[in-house]
């Protein structure tokens, strides 16, 4: 990805990011750091995207819990 | 007396300008620039690039309010800010991660946002089939029977949250 076209935050330590970006279709990437696992052998900064279409005014959640990619 | 009143007002107006800026480092090697806005309930609230986030003083490692020290990894991009705040859309969550008992905040996580206009050949469904890749050869190797009861609450719980597919987890017990 080109960074020159990326917007970035990063998660609170109450477990919370919040961003205002334009309306459009974005790519929306969590990149965790895994401070808090205990068993990080490999994979230690797991991922996960998604693809969203924000308009204006809208306040879209979402929301990802590392932990549970062993359910798909 | 003109001379020396300008060289004061200078000088308040560079050093007002450089206690506006702290850096916050974090113990999991982070390190944001933006202000110390204050402490609550063990708790600092920190604002970076517009959004104020909150950080549990066990996840911090230090706070420097001299600019000058500040050695911060550069920003990716910067959140627009010449367009009209109503033409903007907000999005906010919740990330949370699977210890071996509970789920905790996953401080630190990082979330990037790309304009998919900017990314024409990206594929996501390939970036997932890797990304699940990893994740199964991850818990092949490291998913061992645990006091399943406690864990399987736990995701229960967290399903509940988020409204995930619950039926799926009560086919693992």
Do not use: H
């Not at chain 1, 994979?43 to 306040?59: A, L, M, R």
């Not at chain 2, 006091?147 to 399903?159: F, R, S």
């Amino acid at each position: 990805m080109d960074a020159k076209n990326i917007t970035k935050t990063v998660v609170d330590g109450s477990e919370n990011y919040s961003a205002n970006v334009k309306s459009g279709i974005y790519y929306v990437l969590f990149k965790s750091r895994n401070s808090t696992r205990i068993d990080k052998v490999e994979n230690s900064e797991p991922f996960k995207c998604y693809k969203v279409n924000i308009n204006e005014g809208d306040d879209v959640k979402m929301s990802y819990a590392f932990g549970f990619e062993y359910k798909q | 007396m003109k001379i020396t009143l300008f060289i004061i007002a200078l000088i308040l107006t560079y050093s007002n300008s450089g206690f506006s800026q702290n850096a916050l480092c974090l113990k999991n090697g982070d390190k944001m620039s933006g202000k110390l806005e204050g402490y609550k309930n063990d708790t600092i609230l920190f604002n970076f690039q517009g959004n104020q986030l909150k950080f549990k003083t066990a996840d911090i490692e230090s706070v420097i309010f001299n600019q000058k020290e500040i050695v911060v990894e550069p920003t990716k991009a910067t959140i627009p800010i010449d367009i009209n705040p109503s033409q903007m859309g907000k999005i906010s969550g919740v990330i949370t991660c699977l210890t071996r008992f509970e789920f905790q905040p996953d401080a630190g996580t990082n979330v990037y946002f790309a304009d998919s206009t900017n990314l024409k050949d990206f594929n996501l469904a390939t970036l997932d089939s890797f990304n699940n890749f990893i994740v199964y050869k991850y818990y092949k190797k490291t998913w061992t029977p645990r006091p399943i009861n406690i864990l399987l609450a736990a995701i229960y719980d967290e399903g509940e949250k988020y409204n995930l597919d619950k039926e799926s987890f009560k086919l693992l017990d």
